[in-house]
């Protein structure tokens, strides 16, 4: 059996930091999009993915990838969002067992309300409260992470 490598007072002070200001970020960036779209984080997510998708639709295996959920929190996600005018589902053309989410003409004139203040609020939480030297270093750091969580994991990177 080995033995326990525990964090020292750098490690955890940097641990409790990344979810501290990922838990402060999350809560202002789902106030912003209630407010302003009243849409969740994830729902919001569900849409911007499908507006950057070709024709505005993806399979939704696809979708729960690059939404970064699960399938049955997505299927929640799409289901909410398509009683809500925003997303269609229809069966995948040529798989009978695929099914593809759409993004209605409501759900892009949802995100495109949306987007300004999000991408506002990003900048002002995320981006502006760090040097281009701290950026990179934070930018370089996460990537790494991204590579070796996504091999483990199965996500995309």
Request: hydrophobic fraction near 40%; aromatic fraction near 4%; include cysteine.
């Amino acid at each position: 059996m080995t033995d326990t490598k525990w964090l020292d007072e750098r490690e955890l002070t940097a641990w409790r930091n990344f979810l501290l200001v990922n838990t402060l970020i999350e809560r202002q960036v789902e106030q912003q999009l209630k407010d302003d779209a009243k849409l969740s984080h994830q729902q919001y997510e569900v849409l911007s993915r499908l507006a950057d998708a070709p024709d505005g639709e993806l399979r939704m295996t696809a979708l729960a990838d690059v939404a970064l959920t699960s399938k049955s929190g997505l299927t929640y996600q799409v289901t909410q969002l398509e009683k809500a005018g925003l997303v269609r589902r229809r069966s995948c053309a040529g798989d009978d067992r695929g099914v593809v989410a759409s993004l209605t003409e409501e759900g892009m004139e949802r995100v495109r309300a949306a987007a300004p203040g999000h991408a506002g609020l990003v900048r002002e939480l995320f981006l502006d409260s760090l040097s281009d030297e701290e950026f990179d270093g934070l930018s370089k750091g996460l990537d790494a992470l991204v590579a070796r969580l996504a091999d483990s994991t199965g996500h995309p990177s």
